[in-house]
C-alpha cells in the first residue's frame, strides 16, 4: 500500500498515512478540523539501460555508421572526402605573392 503525506492549512500539523489506491483521500485535520493537503515529494528514478548519457548515444551512432560501411557498402555508393594538404596551398599562396612582387 502507498504512504501519502498530508499537511494541515490551519495548524500546519504533517503526518504520513498508509492509504490503498480506492481509499478517499483525508479532508480533515484530526487536530484542529482544518483542510488538510496532500504534500507531493521528488519521485527516485532510476535510468537503467543504454542511451540515457550522452557517451551512450554518441558511441552508438559511431557503432551505427561503422557497421553500415562494413556491411557492404562500396565507395562507389558514397565517395570517400577529398583530402586536402597543406603544402600545395602553402606553394601556391607563395608564388603568386613572388609573381606579385616582380
Given amino acids: 500500500m502507498p504512504t501519502y503525506s498530508y499537511r494541515c492549512t490551519e495548524c500546519d500539523n504533517a503526518f ?3 492509504q490503498g489506491f480506492a481509499d478517499a483521500s483525508l479532508t ?3 487536530a484542529c478540523g482544518g ?4 504534500v507531493f515529494g521528488a519521485v527516485g528514478v532510476s ?3 543504454s542511451g540515457f548519457y550522452r557517451t551512450d548515444s ?3 551512432a559511431k557503432k551505427s ?4 560501411s562494413s556491411s557492404g ?11 586536402k594538404d597543406p603544402a600545395p ?10 609573381s606579385a612582387s616582380s
Fill in 16 to 18: 504520513d498515512i498508509q
Fill in 28 to 30: 480533515v485535520c484530526d
Fill in 35 to 38: 483542510k488538510l493537503r496532500k
Fill in 47 to 49: 535510468f537503467k539501460g
Fill in 58 to 60: 554518441a558511441a552508438s
Fill in 65 to 68: 555508421s561503422g557497421s553500415a
Fill in 73 to 83: 557498402a562500396t565507395s562507389e555508393s558514397k565517395p570517400a572526402p577529398a583530402k
Fill in 89 to 98: 596551398a602553402a606553394a601556391s599562396s607563395s608564388s603568386s605573392s613572388t
